[in-house]
């Protein structure tokens, strides 16, 4: 009963009821309207008329345009407005003006142009053009002088980071999705506080949706009090508006500016398995040491000031200010940032780059599998061509609407020669790309419309590091504790489930 009376009045109700009274209001107003204006239906379809015409010919993807289609085609008198109110991710000039100053940021990164150079001169041309890319529209370079380490579990990042954060002696950076008192947060809060308390500049940043009901109220006050600084990203207020959608959904910690963790884990329980949620949890994690953890340190501080509404010198932070030992050349290394406000969808290109070049395989793991019909068609002519595609998803799911529009692809997918499994002991929240033992993507990205298009994320795209055997080992043990869906089970799906998929599917986008 205290734990309902708490419900009741937690942030997520109030925040859920105020919104659904703009929506009744909005309704209501539209039909008092329609009393007082014998014209109103027909402006509303000339509305719905110039919605439909701007969806067709903005830079959306098509997905996203037909789930804003059906419903203006089926409800013209509410949906030209609803769109042209919640549907146009705009930017207000304030907004601009700030965004502006973070890809300017991002512009100054000073990456050792020999490594682009040398990946032109010496290797394969493939991987140049795809480092050139990520280059050119995340402006984040490649780099040499890094050692990576592929973490296969929540468990091993886990002891990896407490252990690094341990040693840290000049600054800390959290960047979270989610983040959950418990276990896992409370062992490195303690860290946090002992280093803020030596003087070190230790900074957390927290997605206000992603931990919404995680967090208690005060937290970032807490955080404040104990001289750890904090940074709550994009309040979530009670007012409707497309940019609620935009999420920080990076995980980044960096220490003194020459180790860095990105990946699929957030700081919560069920990551290390010390909860069990939707049975046995497998995620990933990527961790650096070297030149190349400076683009993960101007991608925490881009979004920090940005949100903040400073501007600082970053100069201070400069990794090799602190980086005592340059650890040998293995590969090159490229930490890149995508973000959903520069109508460049960068992820989904380096994942499609990878696709459309695999020679031998690909194999991918993602917990959702929600694709552009580019991307349907990228996997589905790869394995035409012969080349071996595999792709992990959950079995256990956390959303059960969001696995329907998933195993809506497997079909599909499966006539053509994909191959898909299932991760049988629960829920698999990796996000990783192997391909043809030279290429390697570990990251927050999704394959899932949000990651894709809403959300700012960040990935460490490599070729030829010595982490890249590991993940394609892990992707190898993953496969033994899954189960590959046949074209015969896709085909025995009961026509109403069908149907239901099919329905969520075209929705999928504004999920």
């Known amino acids: 009963m205290k734990k309902l009376f708490q419900f009741r009045f937690h942030r997520t109700v109030i925040v859920a009821l105020l919104l659904l009274l703009q929506i009744l ?96 001169r010496e290797e394969e041309p493939q991987a140049a053009l795809q480092a050139q890319y990520i280059c050119n529209y995340a402006h984040c370079p490649p780099y040499r002088n890094t050692a990576t380490k592929y973490l296969a579990s929540g468990e091993e990042k ?14 800390i950076f959290l960047e979270y999705f989610i983040i959950e008192e418990g276990v896992m947060w409370n062992a490195i809060l303690d860290i946090l506080k002992e280093k803020a308390a030596q003087g070190l500049d230790v900074r957390v940043m927290y997605d206000d949706v992603g931990s919404l009901m995680t967090l208690p109220a005060g937290f970032g006050r807490a955080l404040e009090a104990a001289g750890i600084s904090c940074c709550v990203f994009n309040p979530f207020v009670p007012i409707l508006s497309m940019q609620l959608n ?144 595999r792709i992990i998803t959950p079995h256990i799911a956390d959303k059960w609407f969001v696995h329907a529009v998933t195993r809506a692809y497997y079909e599909a997918l499966t006539e053509a020669g994909v191959k898909i499994y299932e991760y049988t002991p629960g829920f698999i929240h990796a996000k990783t790309f192997v391909v043809d033992d030279r290429y390697g993507v570990v990251g927050t990205i999704n394959l899932d419309y949000r990651s894709l298009y809403l959300h700012f994320e960040c990935a460490v795209w490599m070729y030829n590091t010595a982490s890249i055997p590991d993940i394609y080992q892990d992707f190898l043990k993953t496969l033994e504790k899954s189960q590959e869906v046949t074209l015969e089970e896709c085909r025995k799906v009961k026509w109403y489930r069908k149907l239901g998929r099919s329905i969520l599917r075209v929705f999928a986008p504004l999920m």
């Not at 109103?40 to 959306?60: E, P, V």
């Not at 959903?340 to 994942?351: I, R």
């Open 246 to 389: 935009n999420r920080d959904h990076r995980k980044i910690c960096v220490i003194d500016g020459h180790t860095g963790f990105t990946g699929g884990i957030n700081l919560a329980d069920e990551y290390i398995n010390a909860v069990e949620k939707h049975g046995h949890w497998k995620d990933t994690a990527i961790m650096l040491k070297g030149e190349a953890v400076w683009s993960l340190t101007v991608t925490f501080l881009s979004l920090w000031d940005f949100s903040k509404g400073i501007s600082e010198d970053y100069s201070q932070f400069f990794s090799a200010r602190y980086l005592r030992e340059i650890p040998e050349a293995q590969g090159y290394v490229q930490p890149f940032t995508d973000s959903p406000l520069d109508d460049e969808s960068v992820g989904e290109t380096v994942y499609l780059n990878m696709v459309n070049k695999a020679e031998r395989y690909v194999y991918i793991t993602t917990p959702y599998l929600i694709i552009s019909s580019e991307m349907v068609t990228a996997l589905k002519n790869a394995a035409k061509s012969g080349v071996d595609v």
């Open 25 to 120: 209001l909005l309704v209501e107003m539209i039909l008092s309207f329609r009393n007082y204006f014998v014209s109103f239906y027909g402006i509303s379809i000339l509305i719905s008329l110039a919605a439909s015409l701007s969806i067709i010919n903005n830079k959306s993807d098509p997905a996203y345009k037909i789930a804003w289609l059906v419903p203006i085609l089926l409800f013209p008198l509410f949906g030209g407005l609803f769109y042209l109110m919640f549907g146009i991710n705009r930017l207000t000039r304030r907004q601009k003006r700030k965004m502006a100053i973070v890809n300017a940021n991002f512009e100054k990164i000073d990456g050792p142009a020999s490594a682009m150079e040398q990946l032109r």
């Open 158 to 171: 886990f002891e990896c980071m407490v252990e690094a954060l341990k040693k840290a002696e000049h600054y």
